[in-house]
């Protein structure tokens, strides 16, 4: 069983990929924060799919998330990263920290589930 945990502000967006990945027989968890999600996340997630550009209450982006998941978890729990604003320069910062793959959005179902997939 392959359980991941969806970090995404967009409460639509969170819904919808549980939703997919749930019909696909994953196991899918989902907060909106990057705070909620480190408390939550343990050894028993297999994968974190998260947006990179997240509004939250504490300013932490996609970024910081995947630095704290990289020290505190190292290679254990890979990331794959949603975004619309990819740049080469956020893509070389994120190799370093554990990111397995890379989403681009706008992205559709049959990508989503091939990343996972892999």
């Known amino acids: 069983m392959v ?3 969806i970090v ?3 409460k639509m967006v969170r819904k ?6 749930s019909r696909k027989g994953y196991v899918s968890v989902s907060t ?3 705070e909620k999600a480190l408390e939550i996340l343990d050894t028993t997630f297999n994968y974190v799919l998260t947006d990179l550009d997240l509004k939250s209450k504490n300013h932490h ?3 910081w998330l995947v630095r704290q998941i990289s ?6 729990i890979p990331v ?3 975004s619309g604003f990819l740049t080469r320069d956020n893509v070389d910062e994120m190799k370093n920290f554990e990111v397995c793959y890379f989403l681009q959005k706008p992205f559709s179902i049959k990508e989503l589930i091939s990343v996972v997939k892999k």
């Open 3 to 5: 359980k991941i945990l």
């Open 8 to 10: 995404n502000d967009d």
């Open 71 to 76: 020290a505190k978890f190292g290679k254990q």
């Open 16 to 21: 919808m990929l549980e939703s997919v990945l």
């Open 32 to 34: 909106a924060g990057t």
């Open 80 to 82: 794959i990263i949603m």
């Open 61 to 63: 982006d996609g970024m």
